[in-house]
């Protein structure tokens, strides 16, 4: 392998009018920089996109799983480059524009670099994505992980192969765009961003705007439910709580205030189970490597205790019960008439979901901890 051997990537999925013009480019580039090269294209088109990119001298790869996250970390795997290029095979990226990355990889204090889409041709991106999603987006993995990026979600960069190798990919899906950012971001990669072009696409796009741009807002949640999930379910609860002592405490639930009880014992339920899904995320976060186990997640995992949990789970939908029960009985001694106990009968409700909340939480807690092969209680 020699000094400047060159890996470019091409993920595709039936590209076979563009496949060709952006192997092309890149080769013509290569050979004027005077690199060894390998392309290696990862396919799952049914036309002729793998036909005319080995005619090209391009190695072409079938990942068992599709996905575009899947496509790349597969052809990580085939790439021998010092260097790996990722592009698209739709030609909205000019590979002509590949010398000023490259270049600017060359500088030993830069371990990654990524071609910022500043020129966007007419057509290009649609208005959604261009002032709503890709800044929102984008915006938001700034925030959650102290960046400074400018564009998340550009498919043209280079990463050196010392570099990638610590990096923890594992998304299949178009997630990954966010995922590299971030694990470059944790791993302390030196990078720069470039401004490239952008233009459109000849064949029909296969993003799905909402469900592709929720599979990164997931993705972040992974990493980072504490601003997303336990925090405002942390305040929603309490206002429930707050909402619900002081109502209790002026009394005339049944004709004054009915509706601001349903309301606060909603609010209730409602922070409960968004701590939960906090716990839930944070917890297969840990257990499938997204992060290092430590902190918060660390001291929950390691106390964690199925039956401690569940008995305090119980508990509660014992006291719910009990409450209940003590409604039935007040309603069959009032003879199956007009009945006032609407206090009780909220409180029955809390008490009953929040522990059948606790208990789930466990044993979801305790199966991943099993399957995973950690020790738990």
């Given at each position: ?252 639930v049944e004709t004054l205030r009915m509706h601001s009880v349903i309301l ?93 909340q606790i208990i789930f939480t466990a044993l979801f807690i305790s199966v991943?901890?099993s399957e995973r092969g950690i020790n738990n209680k």
């Open positions: 392998m020699t000094e400047k051997y060159i890996s470019l990537i091409i993920p595709a999925m039936n590209e076979e009018k563009t496949i060709g013009t952006c192997i092309t480019k890149a080769i013509d580039i290569f050979d004027r920089l005077q690199l060894s090269w390998e392309v290696i294209v990862a396919d799952n088109s049914t036309d002729r996109t793998s036909h005319i990119a080995r005619s090209l001298g391009a190695k072409v790869i079938t990942p068992e799983k599709l996905g575009y996250g899947n496509a790349y970390i597969e052809g990580f795997a085939e790439a021998k480059g010092e260097y790996i290029i990722m592009a698209d095979a739709d030609d909205t990226y000019d590979l002509h524009e590949l010398p000023c990355l490259i270049s600017v990889l060359n500088d030993k204090k830069v371990d990654y670099v990524i071609g910022t889409r500043s020129n966007i041709e007419k057509g290009a991106m649609p208005l959604l994505h261009r002032y709503i999603g890709n800044p929102v987006l984008t915006r938001t993995l700034n925030i959650l992980f102290n960046t400074t990026y400018s564009d998340t979600h550009s498919g043209m960069r280079i990463i050196k192969r010392s570099a990638l190798g610590q990096l923890n990919l594992k998304s299949g899906g178009m997630e990954f765009a966010s995922e590299m950012m971030i694990e470059a971001a944790k791993a302390g990669l030196k990078s720069k961003e470039i401004p490239i072009s952008y233009y459109p696409r000849i064949m029909p796009s296969k993003l799905h705007s909402f469900q592709d741009g929720w599979r990164h807002l997931r993705y972040m949640m992974l990493y980072k439910p504490m601003p997303f999930l336990f925090i405002p379910g942390t305040l929603v609860f309490i206002i429930g709580l707050l909402l619900n002592i002081v109502i209790l405490f002026q009394g005339h606060s014992s909603l609010l209730l339920i409602i922070g409960t189970q968004t701590i939960a899904a906090g716990i839930y995320m944070k917890a297969y976060g840990a257990t499938h490597g997204l992060y290092e186990n430590k902190g918060f997640i660390k001291k929950m995992l390691d106390r964690h205790s199925l039956e401690k949990e569940g008995i305090l789970g119980i508990i509660f939908v014992v006291i719910g019960i009990v409450l209940g029960l003590k409604v039935l009985l007040a309603w069959v001694y009032a003879g199956y008439g007009t009945l006032s106990e609407v206090e009780s009968a909220v409180a029955a409700m809390i008490f009953s979901i929040i522990g059948i991943m901890l």
